[in-house]
């Protein structure tokens, strides 16, 4: 019902910044929960960030808390992750996910997934 298609992705030295972006379709995006999530190679899959409905609720991960900002143009049904200060350790494939309910940071609460977007941070 939902698809969600990330964007924004690519190749930043460290301290850099980028931003990523969802583009959500198939529900109203004021209705979902749209989570970010990456994973690294050898890494189980991480929360990054959340953001509820009008956006007015939103969480971070602990590794980017401070670092990382979620927002959302609902009118534009899209969610955004600026990343900044990145850290070579923020290198992941970053996947965005949408959810009716359930816990912020829990994968297995999430219904539908993008397909992912590559950041990588390296000098």
């Known amino acids: 019902q939902v698809q969600l298609v990330e964007s924004g992705g690519g190749l930043v030295q460290p301290g850099g910044s980028l931003r990523l972006s969802c583009a959500v379709s198939?529900?109203?995006?004021?209705?979902?929960?749209i989570g970010w999530f990456r994973q690294a190679p050898g890494s189980e899959r991480e929360f990054v960030a959340a953001?509820?409905?009008?956006?007015?609720?939103?969480s971070y991960g602990e590794p980017v808390k401070g670092r990382f900002t979620i927002s959302r143009d609902n009118a534009k049904s899209t969610v955004y992750l600026q990343m900044n200060s990145l850290k070579p350790e923020d290198t992941a494939i970053y996947h965005c996910?949408?959810?009716?309910?359930?816990?912020?940071?829990?994968?297995?609460?999430?219904?539908?997934w993008g397909q992912g977007t590559q950041v990588t941070v390296s000098p």
């Open positions: 996910a949408a959810s009716l309910s359930g816990q912020l940071n829990k994968p297995d609460d999430y219904h539908y």
């Open positions: 198939g529900l109203p995006i004021d209705t979902l929960v």
């Open positions: 953001s509820v409905r009008t956006g007015m609720v939103v």
